[in-house]
Protein backbone atom coordinates (compact mmCIF):
# COMPACT_ATOMS: atom_id res chain seq x y z
CA UNK A 1 0.00 0.00 0.00
CA UNK A 2 1.09 3.19 -0.98
CA UNK A 3 2.31 5.52 2.42
CA UNK A 4 0.03 8.35 0.99
CA UNK A 5 -3.29 7.72 -0.54
CA UNK A 6 -5.59 9.84 -2.63
CA UNK A 7 -9.31 8.83 -3.34
CA UNK A 8 -10.52 9.10 -5.60
CA UNK A 9 -7.98 9.16 -8.23
CA UNK A 10 -10.28 10.89 -11.18
CA UNK A 11 -13.69 12.33 -10.57
CA UNK A 12 -16.11 14.41 -12.65
CA UNK A 13 -18.27 16.31 -10.98
CA UNK A 14 -20.92 19.23 -11.83
CA UNK A 15 -20.73 22.62 -11.52
CA UNK A 16 -22.04 23.70 -7.91
CA UNK A 17 -21.97 19.85 -6.36
CA UNK A 18 -20.03 19.47 -3.07
CA UNK A 19 -17.21 17.58 -3.71
CA UNK A 20 -14.69 15.95 -0.83
CA UNK A 21 -11.21 14.38 -1.97
CA UNK A 22 -9.28 12.43 0.49
CA UNK A 23 -5.92 11.59 2.17
CA UNK A 24 -4.68 9.26 4.21
CA UNK A 25 -0.99 8.32 5.19
CA UNK A 26 0.57 5.59 6.95
CA UNK A 27 4.09 7.47 7.31
CA UNK A 28 3.51 8.65 11.26
CA UNK A 29 4.09 12.10 9.74
CA UNK A 30 2.24 15.35 11.47
CA UNK A 31 2.33 17.70 8.77
CA UNK A 32 -0.11 17.05 6.02
CA UNK A 33 -0.50 19.70 2.57
CA UNK A 34 -2.71 20.06 -0.19
CA UNK A 35 -1.53 21.25 -3.16
CA UNK A 36 -3.46 22.09 -7.10
CA UNK A 37 -1.90 21.84 -10.28
CA UNK A 38 -2.47 23.81 -13.38
CA UNK A 39 -0.70 23.78 -16.62
CA UNK A 40 2.30 26.30 -16.70
CA UNK A 41 1.53 27.66 -13.31
CA UNK A 42 3.26 24.54 -11.48
CA UNK A 43 1.60 23.44 -7.96
CA UNK A 44 0.28 25.91 -5.35
CA UNK A 45 -0.50 25.50 -1.94
CA UNK A 46 -4.04 25.09 -0.94
CA UNK A 47 -4.11 24.71 2.94
CA UNK A 48 -1.41 23.02 5.17
CA UNK A 49 -1.69 21.85 8.69
CA UNK A 50 1.06 21.19 11.11
CA UNK A 51 -1.08 18.90 13.88
CA UNK A 52 -4.60 18.17 14.10
CA UNK A 53 -5.41 21.35 16.04
CA UNK A 54 -3.83 23.56 13.70
CA UNK A 55 -5.14 24.36 9.78
CA UNK A 56 -3.42 27.32 7.78
CA UNK A 57 -4.24 28.66 4.63
CA UNK A 58 -2.39 28.71 1.80
CA UNK A 59 -1.99 30.94 -0.99
CA UNK A 60 -5.21 30.01 -3.28
CA UNK A 61 -7.54 28.80 -0.50
CA UNK A 62 -10.62 30.80 -1.27
CA UNK A 63 -13.16 28.28 -2.63
CA UNK A 64 -11.72 24.98 -0.10
CA UNK A 65 -11.94 24.17 3.35
CA UNK A 66 -10.39 21.07 4.65
CA UNK A 67 -10.94 19.27 7.83
CA UNK A 68 -8.03 17.21 9.82
CA UNK A 69 -10.19 14.50 11.22
CA UNK A 70 -7.08 12.52 12.61
CA UNK A 71 -3.40 12.44 12.44
CA UNK A 72 -3.48 10.54 9.12
CA UNK A 73 -6.47 12.00 7.44
CA UNK A 74 -6.74 15.48 5.63
CA UNK A 75 -9.72 15.81 3.41
CA UNK A 76 -9.95 18.98 1.08
CA UNK A 77 -13.21 19.88 0.34
CA UNK A 78 -15.22 22.19 -2.84
CA UNK A 79 -18.53 23.41 -1.45
CA UNK A 80 -20.04 24.20 -4.11
CA UNK A 81 -17.22 23.10 -7.56
CA UNK A 82 -16.96 25.56 -10.57
CA UNK A 83 -14.97 24.55 -13.47
CA UNK A 84 -11.92 26.80 -13.33
CA UNK A 85 -11.23 24.29 -10.13
CA UNK A 86 -10.44 21.83 -12.82
CA UNK A 87 -7.21 20.10 -11.82
CA UNK A 88 -5.09 17.39 -10.75
CA UNK A 89 -4.85 17.93 -6.56
CA UNK A 90 -1.54 16.58 -4.82
CA UNK A 91 -2.23 15.67 -0.86
CA UNK A 92 1.52 15.59 0.71
CA UNK A 93 3.08 14.88 4.14
CA UNK A 94 6.01 15.84 6.44
CA UNK A 95 7.36 15.27 9.32
CA UNK A 96 7.48 18.24 11.94
CA UNK A 97 11.70 16.67 12.87
CA UNK A 98 12.24 16.96 8.83
CA UNK A 99 9.76 19.45 8.09
CA UNK A 100 11.26 21.74 5.28
CA UNK A 101 12.88 18.84 3.34
CA UNK A 102 11.37 15.38 4.13
CA UNK A 103 8.06 14.95 1.94
CA UNK A 104 6.31 12.85 0.63
CA UNK A 105 3.36 12.66 -1.98
CA UNK A 106 -0.17 11.07 -2.76
CA UNK A 107 -0.23 9.97 -6.45
CA UNK A 108 -2.80 13.31 -6.98
CA UNK A 109 -6.43 13.23 -7.67
CA UNK A 110 -7.64 14.78 -11.54
CA UNK A 111 -10.57 16.38 -10.93
CA UNK A 112 -12.48 17.90 -13.82
CA UNK A 113 -15.38 20.03 -13.34
CA UNK A 114 -18.60 20.09 -15.35
CA UNK B 1 8.30 35.57 0.65
CA UNK B 2 10.19 32.63 -1.47
CA UNK B 3 9.94 31.95 -5.31
CA UNK B 4 10.78 29.60 -7.60
CA UNK B 5 11.00 30.23 -11.10
CA UNK B 6 11.63 28.15 -14.06
CA UNK B 7 11.65 30.47 -17.03
CA UNK B 8 11.87 27.57 -19.80
CA UNK B 9 8.53 26.66 -20.32
CA UNK B 10 8.92 24.21 -22.53
CA UNK B 11 11.87 22.16 -24.16
CA UNK B 12 12.55 19.99 -27.32
CA UNK B 13 15.08 17.87 -27.88
CA UNK B 14 16.23 14.99 -30.56
CA UNK B 15 17.52 11.47 -28.45
CA UNK B 16 21.44 11.27 -27.18
CA UNK B 17 21.27 15.51 -26.61
CA UNK B 18 22.19 17.07 -23.33
CA UNK B 19 19.95 19.34 -21.85
CA UNK B 20 19.41 22.20 -19.06
CA UNK B 21 16.70 22.68 -17.33
CA UNK B 22 17.28 26.34 -15.23
CA UNK B 23 15.70 26.83 -11.97
CA UNK B 24 16.35 30.44 -9.90
CA UNK B 25 14.71 31.15 -6.87
CA UNK B 26 14.48 33.74 -4.29
CA UNK B 27 14.33 33.73 -0.28
CA UNK B 28 15.51 35.71 2.70
CA UNK B 29 16.10 32.51 4.82
CA UNK B 30 19.55 31.11 5.15
CA UNK B 31 18.75 27.88 5.88
CA UNK B 32 16.44 26.31 2.66
CA UNK B 33 16.63 23.13 0.91
CA UNK B 34 16.08 22.84 -3.13
CA UNK B 35 14.26 19.69 -4.52
CA UNK B 36 13.88 18.58 -8.18
CA UNK B 37 10.72 16.08 -9.26
CA UNK B 38 10.21 14.84 -12.46
CA UNK B 39 6.20 14.32 -13.47
CA UNK B 40 5.85 11.80 -15.67
CA UNK B 41 2.72 11.36 -18.27
CA UNK B 42 1.10 9.03 -15.65
CA UNK B 43 1.20 11.87 -13.18
CA UNK B 44 2.85 10.93 -10.00
CA UNK B 45 5.29 13.68 -8.96
CA UNK B 46 8.96 11.79 -8.62
CA UNK B 47 11.40 12.70 -6.04
CA UNK B 48 14.48 13.39 -7.69
CA UNK B 49 16.97 15.33 -5.74
CA UNK B 50 17.50 17.41 -2.51
CA UNK B 51 19.60 19.78 -1.54
CA UNK B 52 20.61 21.84 1.60
CA UNK B 53 21.62 25.04 1.32
CA UNK B 54 25.16 25.07 2.93
CA UNK B 55 25.85 22.26 0.17
CA UNK B 56 27.25 23.85 -3.02
CA UNK B 57 28.40 20.12 -3.78
CA UNK B 58 27.46 19.70 -7.59
CA UNK B 59 26.10 16.30 -7.63
CA UNK B 60 25.66 13.53 -10.17
CA UNK B 61 23.70 10.77 -10.67
CA UNK B 62 24.16 8.50 -13.62
CA UNK B 63 22.87 10.97 -16.88
CA UNK B 64 21.66 13.58 -14.52
CA UNK B 65 23.46 15.96 -13.01
CA UNK B 66 23.01 19.31 -10.72
CA UNK B 67 24.49 22.38 -10.26
CA UNK B 68 23.75 24.51 -7.15
CA UNK B 69 24.92 28.14 -7.10
CA UNK B 70 24.57 30.72 -4.21
CA UNK B 71 26.02 33.34 -5.87
CA UNK B 72 23.35 33.45 -8.95
CA UNK B 73 20.55 31.63 -6.88
CA UNK B 74 20.22 28.67 -8.95
CA UNK B 75 19.94 24.80 -9.05
CA UNK B 76 20.30 23.68 -12.63
CA UNK B 77 19.38 20.40 -13.44
CA UNK B 78 21.61 18.89 -16.13
CA UNK B 79 20.30 15.61 -18.21
CA UNK B 80 23.14 14.23 -20.38
CA UNK B 81 22.71 11.97 -23.36
CA UNK B 82 18.52 12.63 -23.18
CA UNK B 83 16.38 9.14 -23.88
CA UNK B 84 12.49 9.38 -24.96
CA UNK B 85 11.74 8.56 -21.29
CA UNK B 86 13.09 11.27 -19.41
CA UNK B 87 9.94 13.42 -21.80
CA UNK B 88 8.21 14.45 -18.86
CA UNK B 89 7.55 17.55 -16.44
CA UNK B 90 10.33 18.79 -14.17
CA UNK B 91 9.49 21.18 -11.19
CA UNK B 92 12.06 23.10 -9.50
CA UNK B 93 10.82 23.89 -5.39
CA UNK B 94 12.12 25.39 -2.21
CA UNK B 95 11.59 24.98 1.58
CA UNK B 96 12.80 27.23 4.26
CA UNK B 97 13.83 26.09 7.52
CA UNK B 98 12.25 29.25 9.18
CA UNK B 99 10.12 32.27 9.31
CA UNK B 100 5.93 32.32 8.18
CA UNK B 101 7.42 30.12 5.12
CA UNK B 102 8.30 27.06 7.57
CA UNK B 103 7.99 24.06 6.06
CA UNK B 104 5.88 25.15 2.83
CA UNK B 105 7.29 24.06 -0.58
CA UNK B 106 7.03 26.54 -3.21
CA UNK B 107 7.29 25.54 -6.88
CA UNK B 108 8.45 26.72 -10.11
CA UNK B 109 6.18 26.67 -13.01
CA UNK B 110 7.09 23.44 -14.37
CA UNK B 111 9.45 22.97 -17.57
CA UNK B 112 7.64 20.37 -20.27
CA UNK B 113 10.54 18.09 -21.60
CA UNK B 114 10.23 16.49 -24.85
CA UNK B 115 12.80 13.94 -26.25
CA UNK B 116 12.24 12.85 -29.36
CA UNK B 117 13.69 9.78 -30.70
Known amino acids: DADVTQTPRNRITKTGKRIMLECSQT?????MYWYRQDPGLGLRLIYY???????NKGEISDGYSVSRQAQAKFSLSLESAIPNQTALYFC?????????????FGSGTRLTVV | AQKVTQAQTEISVVEKEDVTLDCVYETRDTTYYLFWYKQPPSGELVFLIRRNSFDEQNEISGRYSWNFQKSTSSFNFTITASQVVDSAVYFCALSEARGTSYGKLTFGQGTILTVHP
Open chain 1, 27 to 31: KGHDR
Open chain 1, 49 to 55: SFDVKDI
Open chain 1, 92 to 104: ATSDRRTGYYGYT
